[in-house]
């Protein structure tokens, strides 16, 4: 059983297309997340939400879009992809409000190539 | 200056060394540390909390200095198995109740036969 599962693992797809990456957690958490690992492996928060609701989000361009149906799956959908855009995608979860202290829990990643 | 600063590395130990691991982090306000630990091409996973008191689990001792704004990791006796990206983790309070991990680059390990 996964606990955090992302889909699709890879993705491959020319710029100025629009993609979605999904994730689901299925551990009863409340806050998820999308984070960015760029090419020289720096991980960066980018979205947070806590039972449906946005309560982080960094700065990022309004081409990418998160979207909670409800709390055990956010997705990220972005529009017009560009080259810089190329990244592994980290969906993580935890149990309460995104508290300090709390542990996150993250899915396997989505390898995301702009070519 | 970086939010969170590590060596890179790689640090390149034979087994059953002793290796330790260091950071620094920007913010005074932080308030929850962790060592995050991802191998190549996968997830982080936690590999433990800081506390203030220092804590162990097993053969790893994690130490933080708030004063210095610096955490440590030691890894004792190292196995093949600890080759991994250990990765320096700060919470801080993004606002109300809600923390916001930042991450450091992580240091590579690499531990030879």
């Known amino acids: 059983d996964t606990a955090v599962s992302q889909t699709p693992k890879y993705l491959v797809t020319q710029m100025g297309n629009d993609k979605s990456i999904k994730c689901e957690q299925n551990l009863g958490h409340d806050t998820m997340y999308w984070y960015k690992q760029d090419s020289k492996k720096f991980l960066k928060i980018m979205f947070s939400y806590n039972n449906k609701e946005l309560i982080i989000n960094e700065t990022v361009p309004n081409r990418f879009s998160p979207k909670s149906p409800d709390k055990a799956h956010l997705n990220l959908h972005i529009n017009s992809l560009e080259l810089g855009d190329s990244a592994v995608y980290f969906c993580?979860?935890?149990?309460?409000?995104?508290?300090?202290?709390?542990?996150?829990?993250f899915g396997p990643g989505t390898r995301l190539l702009v070519l | 200056r970086k939010e969170v600063e590590q060596d890179p590395g790689p640090f390149n130990v034979p087994e059953g060394a002793t290796v330790a691991f260091n950071c620094t982090y920007s913010n005074s306000a932080s308030q929850s540390f962790f060592w995050y630990r991802q191998d190549c091409r996968k997830e982080p996973k936690l590999l433990m909390s800081v506390y203030s008191s220092g804590n162990e689990d097993g053969r790893f001792t994690a130490q933080l200095n708030r004063a210095s704004q610096y955490i440590s990791l030691l890894i004792r006796d190292s196995k093949l198995s600890d080759s991994a990206t250990y990765l320096c983790v700060v919470n801080t309070d993004y606002g109300g109740s809600q923390g916001n991990l930042i991450f450091g680059k992580g240091t590579k390990l690499s531990v030879k036969p």
């Open positions: 993580a979860s935890s149990q309460g409000s995104g508290g300090v202290g709390e542990t996150q829990y």
